[in-house]
């Protein structure tokens, strides 16, 4: 008996130390975002909402004997109703992350001109004015950036070429489905770039990608593929931001429409500033696109144009408390509708 007791133990203490040599190492992260929205459309009537914005990461890693990191992540989200969250739960694919500081991305890769969009403050909170369907302007700099899962990116090291510059290549392939009336990216390849220098005392950072995509569909053909530059400015100095950025795109595959496409023009501007446990942001995003029949030019402007502004108080670690603001002016097809503007208190737990 005392023998098959050392002989379990021993057992179970070598699958343990097996277990423990062959794993990989595994961190958890993500926040718990949750507040109220008060929305006062013109022309409507008012509503409030809860908004929730719930997110659990794993990330896992482990370097092979030649110093080369493989890694990966899965993400959980809160997919109820009422989140507002996009649905879905955007698993990673792989990354390989080299000695030299380059990495390589595979599977769900991504397009590498947003990979290098510079972060324009605006407000922290999680309102928003919905415009009409029918609007398809936008003031999203990645507009008309599309890719598929099936790609890969490369990320430079840093100080690629110059001292201060990073740079990214990224493509991609058709997902495999067959060519409907929907319009499908078939295609993509992109190309990236961010570099930081020092102009006095403040910290320099200039970003900009350009994206192109291949498309098909069974019906009319787009009049342009979908294409995006965009370029973006942010100086800090101390505790104050300030940021610009700028894109222009074509894009075939707005809001899941089949049967339109678009040229797209997008202005942003904000400023934070840090002030002990205050944060406050204000920002200001104005977007136009001219949409028309698939293969078709068009002519008339859709525009949104939003200021926002937010302050943030962090009540403890990893706790802080949100305010914002947004107000909306919109316009379809050239005629004035859905402006309004919205309020939201909350609070975000990160960990």
């Keep these: 008996m005392k023998k098959e007791l050392l002989m379990g133990t021993?057992?179970?203490s070598t699958l343990g130390a097996a277990s423990?040599?062959?794993?990989?190492?595994?961190?958890?992260?993500?926040?718990?975002?949750?507040?109220?929205?008060?929305?006062?459309?013109?022309?409507?009537?008012d509503t409030n909402a809860q908004k929730n914005d719930n997110n659990f990461t794993v990330s896992l890693s482990e370097t092979t004997d030649g110093g080369m990191t493989i890694?990966?992540?899965?993400?959980?989200m809160d997919e109820g109703s009422a989140s507002g969250a996009v649905s879905g739960d955007m698993d990673a694919g792989f990354t390989l992350a080299f000695t030299d500081g380059s990495k390589l991305d595979l599977i769900n890769a991504g397009n590498a001109s947003g990979s290098h969009d510079v972060s324009i403050p605006g407000s922290a909170g999680a309102e928003g004015v919905a415009t009409t369907s029918t609007n398809n302007a936008t003031t999203d700099l990645d507009a008309g950036a599309t890719a598929t899962v099936f790609g890969v990116e490369y990320h430079t090291a840093a100080d690629f070429l110059a001292d201060g510059l990073k740079m990214s290549f990224s493509a991609s392939t058709d997902n495999g489905s067959a060519a409907t009336a929907t319009y499908r990216?078939?295609?993509?390849?992109?190309?990236?770039?961010?570099?930081?220098?020092?102009?006095?005392?403040?910290?320099?950072?200039?970003?900009?990608?350009?994206s192109e995509s291949q498309g098909s569909n069974t019906g009319t053909a787009a009049s342009n593929d979908n294409g995006n530059f965009h370029v973006g400015l942010s100086a800090v100095t101390g505790d104050l931001t300030v940021a610009v950025g700028f894109a222009d795109a074509h894009s075939?595959?707005?809001?899941?429409?089949?049967?339109?496409?678009?040229?797209?023009?997008?202005?942003?501007?904000?400023?934070?500033?840090v002030s002990g446990s205050l944060t406050f942001n204000v920002g200001i995003a104005s977007g136009d696109a001219k949409d028309a029949d698939l293969g078709s030019t068009g002519t008339t402007d859709d525009s949104i144009d939003s200021t926002s502004a937010s302050v943030s108080y962090a009540v403890a670690a990893g706790v802080t408390a949100l305010l914002g603001y947004t107000s909306v002016e919109a316009s379809d097809e050239g005629a004035a509708?859905?402006?309004?503007?919205?309020?939201?208190?909350g609070a975000n737990m990160t960990f």
Excluded: C, Q, R
Aim: net charge negative; glycine share 12%.
């Design 185 to 210: 990216v078939d295609s993509h390849y992109a190309i990236g770039a961010t570099y930081v220098t020092d102009l006095g005392d403040s910290a320099v950072t200039i970003g900009a990608g350009i």
């Design 252 to 273: 075939s595959t707005i809001s899941g429409t089949s049967a339109e496409e678009a040229d797209y023009e997008v202005v942003k501007a904000g400023v934070k500033y």
């Design 10 to 12: 021993a057992l179970v």
């Design 20 to 45: 423990i040599a062959e794993a990989v190492t595994a961190t958890m992260s993500g926040n718990h975002k949750v507040g109220m929205e008060f929305d006062s459309p013109t022309g409507g009537t």
């Design 337 to 345: 509708t859905d402006d309004g503007s919205a309020w939201y208190i």
């Design 71 to 76: 890694s990966s992540s899965f993400k959980v």
